[in-house]
């Protein structure tokens, strides 16, 4: 991640040098090519098999932004696309002589004396100034060597661990053997070759500032880009996803105004469909296709890159404040997997992404971020402050991790809403036991934060867990009692009525007081059959630690039962009942 960290930084040097140079980059325009068969398709990527974007005819001009294998990546007409090298001619500018005052260039705030004039070129768009490679090179401690018989020019720089080759007239360079088109070719003048000065800040990592006026470079190389990674670490890297692709991957996907699920529908995407990325807001793609502009969920597509790597996004974790808790999200963007290992007081993410936004953060929870780079993946290792413990959450689309401050004189109490995603746990007269029950856990833990009580819950949205991970989060987080909430169901219609559960494995004679004072404040409340208090075998109440019970509101499968449990008022009576049993086991 390192390396990502580089270029992103190299990208903003670049733009400081688009910024103080504007007579010669007022357009960013790249190399120019012309079409040399009577027709070429230009295609969606770089393959006979993708989508044609259009038809360019003999002569037609292209501007050249990138290339990959037998294919330029080109702009025509506004339009973006793939051409076949075959039938591109690619001219390199005629050079004309500068007519100006004598140009000067400081390397390093050292004067570079000079042979002669440096010239410039006309290209499409500007024109470029052509410096002295080598003079400037070695003044950056650069090695170079050139071949006389193939007139090429190798620099190795240890610095930036670049190893560049490029050919005089010949706009097609390497750059630690990717494929780069310069938008100047190289040229020779008295036995001195010649390179676009802004190659300088884009490939070596330099400084380069360009005044018109005096016609004076300043090129500065003096502190080196791993020293100066340390000065930015602390800012948030956006990640830049300008250039890269997205591949459907649902049978169908809706393209949208903005990045939310209530925003306006603009295309029905199908699944391979293939779009350029034009950014992203949190775990939404902004994407460009057939003319338009609109967000996808990234949950559902591949991103790719221009060589068709697949590309895997952990964006910047977005941060809330919320009561005590302190929240970090991370959007997964293109499929990334984060798994997290939470022991003690560190938090070990493991994430295949191969982009990742680093953040800095110490805060009142957060003593310390760290990456690493292994070959499974990327290690992200937070360290907690002491009385801070976490709750990792991670869904399809996002990775979250809530800190909160265990207190020492409130009570921490877990509430476990049963079942919940595949599994809707019972499920008749219209009404789905998940549901229900999560409607009603929430209500609990407001009532209980409202009663002083510290609350934690086993799961606040349509998540599921395996008994055993619901109590082992009861365990860790050494809750003060434990309660789960369920509803029932019977193959005989007529069974209905309340009944509560505890189990004497752990904290048996507490778990039995707690479930008789949240049974009898249910019966009262919700006027319900009373079923009474039962000793049962379930994981969540046999393998926590705590005073435990589990809690059976009603019947789904009986009518009467149902009817009540669609309402409101028996939902937060249910509640209500359950919250005032703890407080009476606590009185
Ligand atoms: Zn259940």
């Known amino acids: 991640m390192r390396q990502y960290i580089r270029y992103s930084f190299g990208f903003v040097l670049f733009l400081m040098f688009f910024a103080t140079v504007p007579a010669i980059t007022a357009s960013a325009t790249n190399s120019e090519g012309i079409v040399t068969v009577d027709q070429l398709n230009m295609r969606s990527s770089n393959s006979t098999s993708s989508s044609i974007v259009l038809i360019l005819k003999k002569g037609d001009k292209v501007v050249i932004k990138g290339s990959k294998g037998d294919w330029y990546h080109v702009n025509v007409q506004s339009k973006e696309g793939y051409v076949s090298k075959k039938y591109i001619e690619v001219k390199p500018p005629k050079i004309s002589p500068s007519k100006q005052t004598e140009t000067t260039i400081n390397v390093n705030g050292k004067k570079l004396e000079l042979e002669f004039d440096p010239p410039t070129v006309k290209v499409p768009g500007g024109e470029r100034i052509l410096v002295p490679f080598r003079a400037i090179s070695e003044a950056l401690g650069i090695n170079v060597t050139w071949n006389q018989s193939t007139r090429q020019v190798t620099a190795i720089d240890k610095d930036t661990n670049k190893h560049v080759v490029f050919t005089i007239d010949d706009v097609n360079a390497v750059v630690n053997e990717e494929a780069v088109i310069l938008d100047a070719a190289p040229a020779l003048q008295k036995n001195r070759t010649l390179l676009p000065l802004r190659f300088f800040s884009e490939t070596f990592g330099a400084k380069v500032t360009w005044d018109q006026a005096t016609r004076t470079a300043n090129i500065d190389r003096v502190i080196k880009v791993e020293e100066v990674i340390e000065d930015v670490k602390s800012i948030s890297q956006p990640v830049n996803l300008e250039g890269l692709q997205a591949r459907v991957t649902a049978s169908t996907l809706n393209l949208r105004l903005g990045p939310s699920t209530t925003e306006a529908v603009l295309a029905r995407l199908v699944k391979d469909q293939t779009v350029f990325v034009t950014g992203a807001t949190k775990e939404w793609l902004k994407v460009y296709v057939d003319g338009m502009e609109g967000f996808l969920n990234s949950a559902h597509v591949e991103i790719f890159d221009i060589e068709q790597k697949r590309i895997k996004v952990l964006a910047s974790p977005t941060i809330t404040t919320k009561d005590e808790q302190f929240i970090l999200s991370w959007s997964k963007l293109g499929g990334t997997v984060v798994q997290s290992n939470v022991s003690n007081n560190i938090v070990q993410l493991t994430t295949d992404a191969n982009l990742i936004e680093e953040i800095d953060l110490v805060n009142e929870a957060i003593e310390l971020i760290s ?142 007081r707690l479930a008789e004072e949240i049974q009898t404040s249910l019966i009262q409340k919700l006027g319900t059959f009373d079923r009474g208090v039962k000793q049962g075998n379930f994981q969540v109440i046999r393998s926590t630690t705590m005073p435990s019970v589990l809690v059976e509101l009603a019947f789904i499968s009986n009518k009467k039962d149902a009817e009540m449990m669609a309402k409101d008022d028996f939902r937060q009576k249910s509640a209500e009942a359950i919250v005032e049993g703890i407080l009476k086991f606590y009185k």
């Open 371 to 512: 990456y690493e780079t292994t070959e499974a993946g990327t290690i992200i290792t937070l360290t907690t402050k002491d009385g801070y413990s976490v709750i990792p959450l991670d869904t399809v689309s996002a990775f979250t991790l809530t800190f909160f401050k265990k207190s020492s004189t409130k009570k921490l109490i877990v509430i476990d809403a049963g079942h919940g995603g595949k599994d809707p746990g019972a499920v008749g007269n219209g009404l789905e036991e998940k549901e229900i029950i999560l409607d009603v856990s929430l209500r609990v833990q407001k009532l209980l934060e409202q009663a002083g009580y510290q609350v934690l819950m086993t799961r606040s949205d349509d998540t599921f867990l395996e008994p055993g991970e619901r109590a082992a989060f009861a365990n860790k987080h050494k809750a003060d009692a434990f309660v789960s909430v369920h509803a029932n169901a019977a193959e005989n219609t007529s069974a209905n009525g309340t009944e509560t559960f505890w189990n004497t494995t752990h904290s048996g004679p507490e778990s039995k």
